[in-house]
């Protein structure tokens, strides 16, 4: 991976633009710590300022470390995995039964009246177990050096899918095939678009088809296998990047529905 030149690009994007997303929310955190005090959904709230801990903390590991130990990035990554389960079962929990009667024409929180229902935070907790999942299965290929034994983690750690039917499905497409539906803007509904594609791209190539390729040819991004993929710097800011993805989505828009940031600074217009 250190040679290809593209990634080097995507990298230096990504690099920006987490910077410029942490530093946005960090100010606003920052000026209104108070956001974390009310008793109403305090299990949320606290797990949530740990997650956005947990996050920063990986941006600095990625950016300015390491700062993890090689042998403990498992243990991290399995943590955050966990830590972003928890915290999208406890908004279920304390918020979801005031946004259970909530009726919307489509998914997705791109649109400034929008707001996340219970089933979309029951579905954020399924791809909360695919991470943690997949993440375990990638530091697992580390050390698991037989091919038909890195298959047989493969297929165990497909296995979620098994049960994906309960768990509440949102579809994006509603938000730009269905006129007068979903996305108030042209702009917004092309955002959904792109993001229906997005969520294609990842599931058949950056989950399933990583999966199977670690799967046939192992981990090693190295010559002689020095360096595994779980290890490598590349991943390390994608996997920050997924994750931060995943959080903020929700966190940006709850702060724009509270007054704490308008949507066109939000990052979402």
């Known amino acids: ?23 946005r929310v960090l100010i606003v955190v920052a000026t209104s710590p108070r956001m974390f ?27 300015a470390g390491p700062l993890l130990p090689p042998g403990w990035l498992w243990l991290y990554d ?22 259970e009667k ?12 929008a707001t996340v229902t219970r089933s979309e935070m029951l579905e954020h907790c399924f ?16 050390v698991v050096n037989a091919k038909y034994a890195r298959l047989g983690l493969a297929l165990l750690v497909t296995l979620p899918w098994h049960w994906r039917h309960r768990f ?3 579809s994006f497409r509603k938000n730009y095939n269905v006129p007068g539906k979903g996305g108030g803007t042209h702009l917004i509904r092309l955002l959904y678009r792109i993001k229906k594609w997005q969520y294609v791209f990842y599931k058949h190539s950056l989950l399933h088809g990583l999966n199977a390729s670690l799967a046939v040819a192992g ?19 994608y996997w920050l990047c997924l994750n931060t993805a995943y959080v903020f989505e929700f966190f940006m828009q709850t702060l724009v529905k509270r007054g704490y940031m308008s949507m066109k600074n939000s990052g979402y217009h």
């Open 1 to 23: 991976f250190e040679h290809f030149a593209v990634l080097r690009i995507v990298d230096s994007i990504c690099n920006a633009g987490l910077i410029v997303v942490f530093a």
């Open 37 to 63: 005090a009310p008793r109403y959904g305090r299990y949320h709230r606290i797990l949530g300022g740990i997650l956005l801990l947990s996050l920063l903390l990986g941006l600095v590991d990625a950016r």
């Open 78 to 99: 399995a943590s955050l995995s966990l830590c972003g389960l928890a915290t999208a079962y406890s908004a279920a929990q304390e918020f979801g039964p005031a946004h």
């Open 102 to 113: 909530i009726i919307q024409d489509a998914s997705g929180i791109l649109d400034t009246k």
């Open 127 to 142: 791809y909360q177990i695919v991470n943690l999942g997949q993440i375990l299965y990638i530091h697992s290929c580390t």
């Open 168 to 170: 509440p499905t949102n």
């Open 219 to 237: 981990c090693a991004v190295s010559p002689g296998g020095s360096q595994s993929l779980g290890s490598s710097s590349y991943f390390r800011l």
